[in-house]
């Protein structure tokens, strides 16, 4: 890693979930020094997530164009980060989507004629995989999982390890400009990249932005039983996490400010088993999480330079898909900070492209 010249430094990122983590790998292979400020991921959405990467992640099953580069870049960034750290955080794994009832299975009959979505989706499923329900389906076949926990700890190590890590919240009120940039209690950056998730929603200068927030909850299991090595979803969705645990999740809501988990999400979600798996399954709880999904209205990510003085830069709004579009996302930020190139037009809420919508 670069390391940051006494107090000087290219980046502040603030935030180290996902996108904030992301940012700084891809910050550092451009040979650009940093330093990242977060007190813990107490309430992060990464932390609550089930790292699931699916190249078709909602119900509605809309595909960001071009679906197949995305993948690969993803998929390489990941394996890449995995070397990098040391630390085992990607792993595919077949999804299988089974449908919720007819007016579904039509669409998704229709939509596979899409080119992009033909090459990631199977035939529909014949007969039903060992161990899941045996409503109609078919198979994601390009999907897989990352270990956000793992990446998010083995990220801050990296981080400590090289005296790039300020544990400590940064309130963007208390950043200055600077001569150099921006100067945050001793520390001079060039540019600020704020990554704070749904908290970032709350900014005045943030507040309009077309956001869409959800509160989702979500648990991690135990069985006794033989459980399908195959991630299944019918709207929740059931995701293998080692050979013992697994992911539920999650229940979407719009109590935003509630951090803590409750009893009917669990009720909920406990119950969705039966619509996934085969025969009664009853499963140990073990952890129950919550956190605030950050998502956009257009389903497309924040990644854009905020208008005005000083020099700040916002990388937000993944939305459901933070494994596919995070690693997208931090690197083309990270060569426009590096090399001056241009960011997407349609990642710039205020940008022209919005304005005239
Ligand atoms: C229940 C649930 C399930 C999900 N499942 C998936 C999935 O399977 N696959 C997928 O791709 N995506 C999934 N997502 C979405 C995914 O979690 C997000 O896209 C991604 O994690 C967002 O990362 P982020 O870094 O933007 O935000 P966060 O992970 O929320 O990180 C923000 C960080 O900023 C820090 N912070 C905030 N304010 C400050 C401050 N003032 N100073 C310093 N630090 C600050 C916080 O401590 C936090 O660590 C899921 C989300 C939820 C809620």
Redesign the pocket.
């Known amino acids: 890693m670069t390391k940051p010249s006494a107090n000087r430094v290219d980046a502040l990122i ?7 983590s992301l940012l700084a790998h891809a910050l550092d292979s451009e040979g650009l020094s940093v330093a990242v ?6 309430g ?10 699916n190249p078709c ?1 909602s119900a509605r099953y809309t595909a960001p164009a071009p679906l197949d580069l995305w993948l690969d870049h993803a998929v390489s960034t990941w394996q890449g980060l995995e070397r990098r750290l040391d630390t085992p955080l990607f792993q595919p794994q077949l999804l299988c989507r089974l449908f919720r009832d007819a007016r579904e299975a039509g669409r998704v009959k229709r939509q596979r004629r899409h080119p992009a979505l033909a090459r990631v989706v199977s035939a529909p499923v014949a007969g039903s995989p060992p161990g899941l329900s045996t409503a109609p389906g078919h198979v994601l076949i390009r999907s897989a999982r990352v270990d ?1 926990p793992a990446f998010l700890a083995a990220t801050r190590q990296w981080l400590a390890a090289r005296g790039a890590l300020r544990e400590r ?3 963007p009120d208390d950043v200055a400009p600077s001569a150099y940039g921006i100067s945050w209690r001793g520390i001079d950056a060039r540019v600020l990249v704020l ?5 970032a929603a709350r900014h005045p200068g943030l507040r309009r932005l077309p956001w869409r927030l ?1 509160r ?3 648990l991690y299991l135990e069985a006794d039983d033989e459980w399908p090595d195959m991630a299944v979803s019918r709207g929740p969705s059931l995701i293998p996490v080692d050979g013992e645990r697994y992911w539920l ?2 229940t979407y809501g719009r109590e935003l400010q509630n951090p803590l988990p409750g009893t009917r999400a669990r009720t909920t979600l406990l119950a969705s088993l039966e619509q996934l798996l085969a025969g009664t399954p009853a499963p140990r709880v073990i952890a129950q ?1 919550v ?4 998502g956009s209205r257009t389903e497309l990510p924040f990644c854009c330079r905020v208008p005005g003085k000083p020099p700040v830069y916002l990388l ?1 709004g ?7 579009l ?1 690693p997208r996302c931090a690197t083309t930020l990270s060569r426009h900070l590096a090399h001056g190139t241009a960011l997407p037009p349609e990642w710039n809420p205020w940008g022209e492209t919005w304005r005239s919508a």
């Open positions: 603030v935030g180290q979930g996902l996108a904030g400020a977060d007190p813990g991921h107490g992060s959405a990464s932390m609550a997530a089930a790292g699931a990467m992640a956000l919240s940064c309130h990554c704070q998730g749904a908290v959800s989702g909850e979500a999740g999650a999480h956190g605030v999904r950050p937000n993944l939305g459901s898909r933070g494994t596919l995070g």
